[in-house]
C-alpha cells in the first residue's frame, strides 16, 4: 500500500492571487550557524565577527550575516513554492529591516502578487513576497522573488494575469536602519579597512582579486544548513542524466562567496541594507573557482542618520576568471559566460565624518 | 626506546560476562554540534530546528536530535569495545529515555552482558548493554549491541557461552516521554506535515522520494564530530590495499540519511523512542546517493498519554537506486545489494483528536 | 575607474623595527568553533570536551582548544605580515598565557622584532613577535614568527640587520598556568588514558598509531574558520599554474592533525603550554594520509605547582608513511620527504602523586 503522504510541492495552477502559504520549519540561528558561515565563506567583517566590535558599534552582540539570515528564510519558501520551478527568474525589493542575533529564531511566509500563465501552457510564472518574522513577530527580513512553475493539470485555466509593480531600486527612503547603531568608535584598525563611505566614488570599479575553489561538500553542507531541499544540489544519481551531468551550486551559496571576497575593497560594509535585483547568469559547478568585482553604481544619504551612508554596488562573480579586466556583457550587451552572478545591492558604510 | 602507551584496545579473551567498562570522553553537546549536524544531514523536524516551537510543545527548548546523540554516547565505545571488530552485528532494546538540550554533557558506560566463542577459536562474540548519562547522572540512552572481535590470544579459553535475552521489539509499555511534553498547540502548518498519527496505517508503504550523494569529507567529519575512532572510515592509505579500496562510510551516517530524508513523509515524528533492530545490509561509499523509503509495521498508543502514539517503522536506504518501487529482499530472502540500511523502530507522533 | 582600496600587504621595505602591527578582525571564538574543531581533527582530551570534567578540574568550563587559539590569533597576521611572504621560516617562543573560554573575543598585534635583508636585494626576512589578547586585553598568546617576505621596490635601502634572541627552547619558568586549576579529582577512566607525568621517560618514542586522510573541503573549511587568507590553501585555479599544481594546505591544519592523533599516547595532556620552534618540512596535499609519532625530550617541574608536571615532546607528522618505525632525518642529517611537519614543544600532564 503506497502512500501519498509525501510532499509534491505546489504547480502553477495551485497559485492565487492573495494567497498566503506559511512556510514550515522556523529556525533557531546560532552560534553554530554562524560558525559554518564562516568556515564556508571565511568572512572578515569586524561588525559580525566580534562581539566586542559590535558592543562598542551599539549593538548587543555580533548580529548575524545579513545572507545567512536571506539564505535561511529563502529557504524555507521552496517546498512551498519552487520545488516543481524550471528557473529562479528573479528577486526584487529585498529589504533587511532587523538585525537577527544567535538565539533568534526565524519563520517565513509568503504572498502571491503575481501570476502569469506562459503562452505555451506548460508553464506559468508565479510572484511572491516574502517576509521572515523573528519569534517577537518582528519583520527581519521582506522580499520579492519570481519563478516559472510547471503545470500538473494542463487543463487548468489560465488565471488572470498580475504583474505586481516592483521598484528597479529600493529607495533608501525605505531603509530601516537598527536604532541603536553608532559608529562614533568605528575603529579602522579593527575593520581592516581606512576607506569609508566618503571615499568611494560613483563608478569606482573594485577588483576583490582572491579566488575561491568550491567543493561538492562545501556547498552541500551550506544548501543543508540553510534547509534548502532544491533536489539539484543533491542528488548526483539523478543529476549524472542532466545536460550537464553536474549537481548545481544554489546560487545563494554564489553570493556568500562574492560577499566573502569582497571584504578585500568593502571592509567597512557594516550591513547589507536591501538588494535591488541579481541574476545567477550562469551554472557553477564543483571545482569552479569563484571571483569577484563590484562597481559602486550610486551614492546616497540615509534619512535620519548623519553617520552612515548607503552605496549601491553592482558586484559580479566569475568562475575560473580573475577579474583584473572586470569581466561583464560585451558591447552588444550579450552574456559573457564565465560570469555567474550579477547582483545590484545596497551597503551601508560609516561615514569619516563622524566616525573616530 | 618504544613507548606502549597506545590503546590498542580489548580482545575477545579480555571481555568478562558482568563486567564494566567506563567509557573516555565525556562530551558538552552544544549549539555548535546541533548545526553541524543540520549542515550534515538536512534535517527539518521543526521540535529539534526551532526553540520556539520547543516551548510550545511543553520543553526547555529545541532538544538534540535523538540520534546525534546516539552516535556520540555510540562513539565513546570504540576505543574500548569495538577496536578489534571485525564486524558490528546488531543493536537491539535501544531506548531514549530522556531529551538531551544543548549544554548537557553525556558519557557512556557498558556491561558486558554475553559472550559466545565462535567454532573456529578466533574470534568471538561480545554483548554490550551501554548507557548514556547526562550530567546530572540521569540515563538518557540505553542500548544493546554485539561485536564479533578478535582474539589476540588464541589460547585463551573459551568463555562459558552466555547469550543474552533480548527483545525483538521495544515494548512500548517501556517508553519514556519528556514529562512536560505536551502537544495541544502542535502546529502542523509550521511542523510541514499534516499527517498525525492517526493517519498512518500498518503496512502503509512511503517513498521518502528525495536523494543525497555522500563526499568523504562528509562522512568524515560527522565520524570525528561523535568523536568515533574507528580507523576505516578515516584512513585511506589503509583502507586502499581493503578488498574494496576505499574508505567505508559510518553505518550511523547512513542511519541520519535516512532519517533526514524521511521528513518527506513522516514530518511530524517528534521523537525516536526506541530501535528495536538494525543491520547496515551492505557497504557505502562516497560517491553513493542515498534514498530511503518506510513500511508501517504497528502502531501503539502510549501508556499514560492520551496525545500521543507510537509507529513503528521500518527504513531501508539503499545506494543508488531510487525507491519508488521500495527495493527489498527477493521472494527468496536474498538480499537487494543496493539496500544498504535496514532499520526497525519507533516514532513518537502527536494525534489529531488532542493537536489543534 | 579602477579602485585602489585593496589590500596588497606590505612588503619588505615597509617593515620598520619597533614598528606595530594592529591587525584587523577581532574574533569572538565560540561553542561553534569548538564543534567545528572537534569535526575536524575529532579531537578527545576530556579538559577541552567537556565542561563537568573541566569544572571539576577547577576550571569555569571546558577551554577552547590550546591550538585553535592559535589558529585564530594567527590567521590575523596574514594580511599584514604574509601576504608577500616567499616562505613562513619558522616560530619561536611561542607561550600559550591563558585559557580561552567560549565568548571570548580575541584580537592580535605584532611588533617588528628583527629584518634582514638577503643577499639577493630581492627579499628579506622579517621577524614579529605577536600576541593575542582576549576582550579584557589580558594576553592569551605570544609567539615570534619569521617570513621571508619579497621586496616590491627593489631600490629601497636595506635596513640595518637586527636579529633577535630567541630561546631554543621556552623555559618552564615562564609557563602561566590557570591558577583555579587543580587536578585532585582528575579521573583517568573519563580522560582515556591511564599514563601520568611521572610514566613518560626521555627517549621514548610514541608511535600514534592512527592515520587521517585529508580532504580539500576540510582544510579549507579550517583555514576560513582562522580567516586565514592565504591565498595557496583556496585557489585551485591559480594553483594549477604552480609547480606541484595543487592548493597547499596550511601548515597549522597538519598540526592540528597531529595533535588530535597524539591522543593515543599522549591523552592526559591538558595543555600545549609553549612550542619551543616548529617546521613545516614538506607540503601536503589533498588525499595525503597523515600519520604521527612522538618523541619525550624533556620533563621539567613546573615553579609553584606540585600536582603538575611539564613534558618536552618533538611530534613528527608524515604523509602516506605509518610511524611503526619512527621515520625522521636520515644520519646524514637529511630530511626524509614523506615527513611534513617536526614540532618540538611543551605539554603539561597531571602528577600521580597528586591526582585520585
Sequence with gaps: MASNKTNTGNYFEDFKIGQILNHATPRTITEGDVSLYTALYGGRFALQSADSFAIDCGLQAAPVDDLLVFHIVFGKT?????????????????RFVA??????????????????????????????RSTGVNQMGEVVLDYVRWVMVRKNNLDAPAPETVIPELPAVVDPVNFVMPPDLQIQQFDTTLSGSPHMYEDYEIGEKIDH??????????????????????????????????????????????????????????????????????????PTFAGNTVFAWSEVLDKSDIPGREDIGALRIRTLATKDTPCTDFPDKSEDGSRNPNVVLDLDYWLILPKATVAL
Design 99 to 128: 538585525p537577527v542575533y544567535p538565539g533568534d529564531t526565524v519563520q517565513t511566509s509568503s504572498e502571491v502578487i503575481g501570476l502569469k500563465q506562459n503562452s505555451n501552457g506548460k508553464t506559468g510564472v508565479v510572484y511572491v
Design 78 to 94: 521552496v517546498p512551498d513554492v519552487s520545488l516543481n520551478a524550471v528557473a529562479n527568474l528573479g528577486y526584487a525589493d529585498v
Design 209 to 282: 582579486i582572491d579566488g575561491m575553489t568550491i567543493e561538492e561538500s562545501e556547498h552541500m553542507l551550506a544548501t543543508r544548513l540553510y534547509q534548502n531541499t532544491a533536489k539539484v544540489h543533491f542528488n548526483q544519481y539523478m543529476m549524472k542524466d542532466d545536460r550537464m551531468g553536474r549537481r548545481l551550486i544554489y546560487g545563494g551559496h554564489i553570493i556568500s562567496l562574492a560577499r566573502g571576497l569582497s571584504f578585500n575593497g568593502l571592509g567597512n560594509s557594516l550591513f547589507v541594507a536591501a538588494i535591488n535585483g541579481g541574476s545567477h547568469t550562469a
